[in-house]
């Protein structure tokens, strides 16, 4: 692998490109009606044949309800934010995109309200 450019897998750059611009996409072009809760893309997986990418998104709420609302107006919106990937970013191939609910900004807000309860018993 010497003598090839950067030392940065070219997935892991795409990786970090596509979650870039998937963001951007869903919070600025999509303008969808049904996404009104706030939206974090975690995560991008791009196959190493860039045909299939697996995108891990947060959606952050306290109602359940608008969070699966948002989260399926995502989904339902898979096609659109290719087609806008594909005008936005210089790749001759846009993988197929597949939309992953993320859990673990709840998991780690769990765990810090945990944290803060054992904190305050313990100020007592």
Not at 18 to 36: A, G, H, S, V
């Amino acid at each position: 692998m010497k003598g090839h450019g950067s030392s940065v897998p070219r997935t892991d750059r795409l990786n970090s490109e596509f979650k870039k611009e998937i963001y951007e996409i869903i919070t600025r072009r999509l303008n969808d009606p049904e996404i009104t809760e706030m939206v974090s893309v975690m995560k991008v997986d791009v196959s190493r044949d860039l045909s299939y990418a697996k995108v891990f998104v947060s959606v952050f709420s306290t109602d359940k309800e608008k969070q699966k609302k948002t989260f399926d107006a995502i989904c339902k919106n898979a096609k659109r934010i290719r087609h806008e990937l594909g005008g936005s970013m210089r790749i001759r191939t846009v993988p197929e995109l597949s939309f992953v609910l993320d859990g673990s900004m709840e998991y780690s807000d769990k765990i810090n309200k945990i944290f803060a309860e054992i904190e305050k018993g313990e100020k007592k």
